[in-house]
Antibody, heavy 121, light 110 residues
């Protein structure tokens, strides 16, 4: 069965950096686009970024553009998001989600359990 | 302010039917597939509907989706207390080159 397991969440100071990982299993990882979606405490879902199946295409939400970098290692079935210049408004549960085969558009067919990032001094 | 507009809340009695609307524009709903997600309290979201009106095999046929122009609708029949959750619509926005969600709708089964 499809499994997505996020890790790397932590408490970090404003201006700091953090890298989240998402380990995938149960499907052909190298065929699917992968997304990061976040949810601030008590708030709705916010799409963050997507990376194509081969890593050649990446798109970002305006709120994180220039600060976050999505990447993947198909040999390790893992997708990452490197977050820098973190702000208090980046505090959220970060979910990774499987996208579609070969294209970057939704739907988000499977989700991980999420990892909490708290930006606070 | 979400790109897609959903009502903040809806409610209905057990056994009844409810619909949740999602309004957008030509750059998102009007030219891209819509999907719907259910988020039970304290859990990760789950895909309910994809490509406007398709259900994953594990989703019961009480859940349905439709789209007309720049609006989409999620329908739930035979409401159960276990359906109490937040529901989100999502799609791609071709102008933003970004994924977008509605603000979410809280369903209460009275």
């Amino acid at each position: 069965q499809v499994q997505l397991v996020e890790s790397g969440g932590a408490v970090v100071q404003p201006g700091g950096s953090l890298r989240l990982s998402c380990a995938a299993s149960g499907f052909t990882f190298s065929s699917f686009a992968m997304h990061w979606v976040r949810q601030a405490p008590g708030e709705g879902l916010e799409w963050v970024a997507v990376i194509s199946y081969d890593g050649n295409n990446k798109y970002y939400a305006d709120a994180v553009k220039g600060r976050f970098t999505i990447s993947r290692d198909n040999s390790k079935n893992t997708v990452y998001v490197q977050m820098s210049s973190l702000k208090s408004e980046d505090t959220a549960i970060y979910y990774c989600a499987r996208g579609r085969i070969a294209v970057t558009h939704p739907p988000f067919s499977f989700w991980g359990q999420g990892t909490l990032v708290t930006v606070s001094s | 302010q979400s790109v897609l507009t959903q009502p903040p809340s809806v409610s209905a009695a057990p056994g009844q039917k409810v619909t949740i609307s999602c309004s957008g524009s030509s750059s998102n709903i009007g030219n891209n597939y819509v999907s719907w997600y259910q988020q039970l309290p304290g859990t990760a979201p789950k895909l309910l509907i994809y490509e406007d009106d398709q259900r994953p095999s594990r989703i019961p046929d009480r859940f349905s989706g439709s789209k007309a122009g720049t609006s989409a609708t999620l329908g739930i029949t035979g409401l159960q207390t276990g359906d109490e959750a937040d529901y989100y619509c999502g799609t791609w926005d071709s102008s933003l080159s970004a994924g977008v969600f509605g603000g979410g709708t809280k369903l209460t089964v009275l």
